[in-house]
C-alpha cells in the first residue's frame, strides 16, 4: 500500500466516523508525527492528541523538582497554552517503573490516581501528576529553560 493509499484510507475512514467535523487530516506525515515525537521523548509521554496544526501531549510527571508545580494548589499550576493537571496521585510505590515502560509506571500507578482532585488541592514534592500539555509546555518542565515567545513575522502591506 503506497502513503497515498493508506492516506485515502485514513480520511475515508475518518471521514465515515466523524461526519460533521470541519476538517481531516490527510497527510500521512501529519498522521505520523505526533506518535514520532512521543516515542522521540520516551517515558515522559502517554499518548499524544493531534489538535489543529499542533499536538496535545498527555504526560505523568513527579511534582518534586517542578517550582511550577509544587506547593501550588492545581488551579494556580495551570498555565495557559501549556499544561493542566487532569490527575494526581502518588510519586512513590512499592512498585518501580521499567525504564523501557512508555507510560512512565502510569499502568502501576493508574488506579491510584485522583481523575478529579479539586482545583483548591496543593501539589506536595510526593505527588506524581497526570498533565495535558504542549510539547513547548513539556520541554520547560523537563529543562527548566523558559522557551523563547513565539515571534511572528508581518510583512508590510505594498
Not at 46 to 73: I, K, N, Q, W, Y
Amino acid at each position: 500500500m503506497s502513503s497515498d493509499d493508506f492516506a485515502a484510507t485514513v480520511s475515508r475512514t475518518m471521514r465515515a466516523g466523524y461526519p460533521e467535523a470541519l476538517t481531516h487530516s490527510r497527510s500521512v506525515s501529519a498522521l505520523a508525527a505526533p506518535s514520532f515525537a512521543a516515542a522521540m521523548m520516551g517515558r515522559h509521554v502517554l499518548g499524544v492528541m493531534p489538535v489543529e496544526r499542533g499536538s496535545l501531549l498527555f504526560t505523568v510527571v513527579d511534582v518534586a523538582g517542578h517550582p511550577e508545580l509544587e506547593g501550588h494548589s492545581i488551579h494556580e499550576a495551570f498555565k495557559e497554552h501549556e499544561w493542566r493537571v487532569l490527575a494526581v496521585g502518588p510519586a512513590t510505590s512499592r512498585h518501580s517503573a521499567s525504564s523501557t515502560d512508555t507510560l512512565g509506571g502510569f499502568r502501576t500507578y493508574g488506579p491510584a490516581f485522583d481523575w478529579r482532585p479539586p482545583h483548591g488541592r496543593i501539589l506536595r514534592h510526593d505527588d506524581r501528576v497526570v498533565l495535558v500539555t504542549t510539547r513547548r509546555g513539556l520541554d520547560f518542565l523537563i529543562t527548566g529553560v523558559q522557551p523563547l515567545p513565539v515571534v511572528r513575522c508581518r510583512h508590510p502591506a505594498h
